[in-house]
């Protein structure tokens, strides 16, 4: 079992595949997403729902995003219950595919509260997301990177 608590934003069919694998990989993963309805099956089976992103944020390690489209990053990242507004330190990975200019947004962003950001962008679809073999394509510092590659080796095969 892993010590690094994971918070993660969106348990649509990739995000669910996801936390599935991390589960599996022995990390204690947080959960919030727009539909607490939605979210039943994977709270059951012991994931810890938190009602807004700044909540849970404030109890992860590490926040992974995977959510519908860049407006949605922006609102999970910035919005007034947003990552933003309860989390110091630790790491934050967006995987949705999403804009460059809003990765860079959210990478200063973190910067100024001492966090780490990656934008980590996956291919494979929810077929590699439920087996585990999605490609991740990392952006963001080196050591950011290497710090979170057992994460990401839980969710893919092919991290670059």
Do not use: H
Request: glycine share 12%.
């Amino acid at each position: 079992m892993s010590t690094q608590r994971i918070g993660f934003i969106g348990t649509g069919v990739m995000g669910s595949g996801m936390i599935r694998n991390l589960q599996k990989a022995g990390y204690p993963v947080n959960i919030n997403t727009r539909t607490k309805a939605k979210a039943e099956k994977l709270i059951q089976e012991c994931c810890r729902w938190f009602d807004s992103q700044a909540e849970l944020a404030a109890q992860s390690d590490v926040v992974i995003t995977m959510v519908g489209y860049p407006q949605d990053v922006e609102a999970v990242y910035f919005g007034d219950q947003g990552i933003f507004r309860g989390k110091q330190g630790g790491f934050v990975i967006d995987m949705t595919t999403s804009s460059p200019s809003l990765a860079k947004r959210i990478y200063a962003q973190a910067k100024k509260q001492g966090i780490e950001a990656l934008d980590a962008p996956v291919s494979g679809g929810d077929i590699g997301a439920r087996q585990g073999t999605l490609a991740i394509m990392a952006g963001g510092e080196e050591a950011a990177f290497e710090a979170m590659k057992p994460i990401f080796s839980a969710m893919g095969q092919t991290l670059t």
